[in-house]
C-alpha cells in the first residue's frame, strides 16, 4: 500500500454518514480473471480500459458522473415525495366505514 492509497482510505474514513466502505484489489481480480480466461482459450492479454490520458477515458467519466448525478437527484427527489405523501396520510382523518353485517335484498 502506497501513501497515496493510505491518504485516500483515510479521506473515506473521515466523511460524514459514511455507512462503510470496500477496498477491492482490481489488479488481483484481473490476474485471476485473465489467467481462468487463458485456460478457457480467451485472450484478455489487452487492456481493459483506456488510459487516463485518453480522451475516451474522460468522455466515459463524464458519463459515468452524469448518471451518478441523475440517480442521486431522482433518489433525493423520490425520498421527499415519499415523505411528503407519508406525512399527508398522517394528517388526514380517514374514519373506517362501519362493515355491513346484514344484508337485504331490495328485490327479492
Do not use: Y
Not at 485471476?32 to 487463458?38: H, I, P
Not at 458522473?65 to 407519508?86: S, Y
Amino acid at each position: 500500500m502506497g501513501c497515496a492509497w493510505t491518504a485516500e482510505l483515510l479521506h473515506f474514513r473521515g466523511q460524514r454518514g459514511l455507512v462503510g466502505f470496500v477496498t477491492v484489489n482490481v489488479s488481483d481480480i484481473l490476474r485471476r480473471l485473465r489467467a481462468r480466461a487463458q485456460a478457457a482459450g480467451i485472450d484478455l492479454s489487452r487492456p481493459f480500459f483506456f488510459p487516463p490520458d485518453d480522451p475516451r477515458f474522460d468522455q466515459i467519466l463524464t458519463q459515468v458522473k452524469r448518471e451518478l448525478c441523475a440517480r442521486i437527484t431522482r433518489f433525493r427527489r423520490d425520498k421527499k415525495k415519499f415523505a411528503l405523501a407519508k406525512e399527508r396520510s398522517r394528517r388526514q382523518k380517514t374514519v373506517t366505514l362501519p362493515r355491513v353485517t346484514e344484508m337485504r335484498n331490495p328485490i327479492g
